[in-house]
């Protein structure tokens, strides 16, 4: 029976190339497999799946309002080799996205792998994240550490000089130059002074 699965961890931790091997692993095993990737991404000229070592693939752009089981629905009668869709950024799904991933892995049997962040760099949970946090029924971490050595958890925003960013929307696109992964103890250090209250509402 086909799963929904979320491989959550912090910035920079090999997500898109965990996503790319695991789809590379299923077409070497004569499956087909369906990439998606949000649209808010545009670093590229075209969208794709691109990781820090140099591999990519091209992928189907979603945003806020695609449909995901019209999607696969169409794409299967095309192609009924596929087998796996996998979903990049899932942490910019919304809940009705969420809901029509399970769609898809009971009503079409097909499974769905779903890499992302749990928190924005404030802390605050992605409304994706939260629901597969809730319902996926395989989750799993993919660990990095943080620059003190330790695991890291949290997304800290940088400036150009290198500090903690602590106010601005929740999405702003960006890699190494905008985000360094920490752990719980040097985020809360360096993103909030001594008399600034935290803002978490799961830490206050």
């Known amino acids: 029976m086909a799963k929904v699965y979320f491989y959550y961890s912090a910035m920079n931790a090999g997500k898109s190339t965990t996503l790319l091997q695991a789809s590379y692993n299923y077409i070497e095993r004569g499956m087909q497999t369906l990439l998606f990737a949000p649209k808010i991404d545009q670093r590229f000229?075209?969208?794709?799946?691109?990781?820090?070592?140099?591999?990519?693939?091209?992928?189907?752009?979603?945003?806020?309002?695609?449909?995901?089981?019209?999607c696969v629905?169409?794409?299967?009668?095309?192609?009924?080799?596929?087998?796996?869709?996998l979903i990049d950024e899932a942490h910019f799904l919304k809940k009705k996205q969420v809901e029509q991933?399970?769609?898809?892995?009971?009503?079409?049997?097909?499974?769905?792998?779903?890499?992302?962040?749990?928190?924005?760099?404030?802390g605050e949970p992605f409304e994706g994240s939260r629901y597969l946090l809730a319902w996926a029924e395989e989750i799993a971490e993919i660990k990095t550490i943080c620059t003190c050595s330790r695991k890291a958890t949290m997304n800290m925003r940088i400036d150009k000089e290198g500090k903690a960013v602590t106010i601005g929307s929740q999405i702003q696109i960006g890699g190494n130059e905008s985000y360094i992964s920490?752990?719980?103890?040097?985020?809360?250090?360096?993103?909030?002074?001594?008399k600034q209250e935290c803002p978490m509402r799961m830490l206050s």
């Open 45 to 70: 000229e075209s969208t794709v799946i691109y990781s820090r070592i140099g591999l990519k693939q091209t992928a189907t752009p979603f945003d806020e309002e695609f449909h995901f089981f019209s």
């Open 73 to 85: 629905q169409s794409s299967l009668e095309d192609n009924p080799q596929i087998r796996c869709i």
């Open 101 to 122: 991933l399970f769609q898809i892995a009971t009503d079409l049997g097909v499974a769905v792998l779903c890499y992302g962040l749990r928190s924005d760099f404030l």
């Open 182 to 194: 920490k752990c719980m103890r040097c985020f809360r250090k360096e993103v909030f002074s001594p």
